[in-house]
Nanobody, 126 residues
Framework: QVQLVESGGGLAQPGGSLRLSCAAS????????IGWFRQAPGKAREGVSY????????HYADSVKGRFTISRDNAKNTVYLQMNSLKPEDTAVYYC???????????????????WGQGTQVTVSS
């Protein structure tokens, strides 16, 4: 049974940092591309970041570029999202998802991802 479990969310002040983790069981993450998505109340789910299956190429939404960093630790079967310089508009539920694709096209579109975690809440507020 495949399971993705996000953790690391919580309350942060503007300008602060959080590191989200996505731990997998039932599959080996280094065989998949991984995406991080977020969904704020009343808004559509949006792609935040992505790390490819091959060569660990990374992609970021313009809104987080330069502030967020995605990485993976294959030994721990875990993918991370380091979030720095947080802004109130980063407040959302964050999800990780896996995709079995060698192509990065449409990484930011939720359709095509095979498995999703349950999400972790990130709230940025003073």
């Amino acid at each position: 049974q495949v399971q993705l479990v996000e953790s690391g969310g919580g309350l942060a002040q503007p300008g602060g940092s959080l590191r989200l983790s996505c731990a997998a069981s039932g599959l080996t993450l280094d065989s998949y591309a991984i995406g991080w998505f977020r969904q704020a109340p009343g808004k559509a789910r949006e792609g935040v970041s992505y790390i490819s299956r091959i060569d660990d190429r990374t992609h970021y939404a313009d809104s987080v570029k330069g502030r967020f960093t995605i990485s993976r630790d294959n030994a721990k079967n875990t993918v991370y999202l380091q979030m720095n310089s947080l802004k109130p508009e980063d407040t959302a539920v964050y999800y990780c998802a896996v995709k079995n694709s060698a192509y990065d096209d449409n990484w930011h579109i939720a359709y095509g991802y095979l498995y999703w975690g349950q999400g972790t809440q990130v709230t940025v507020s003073s």
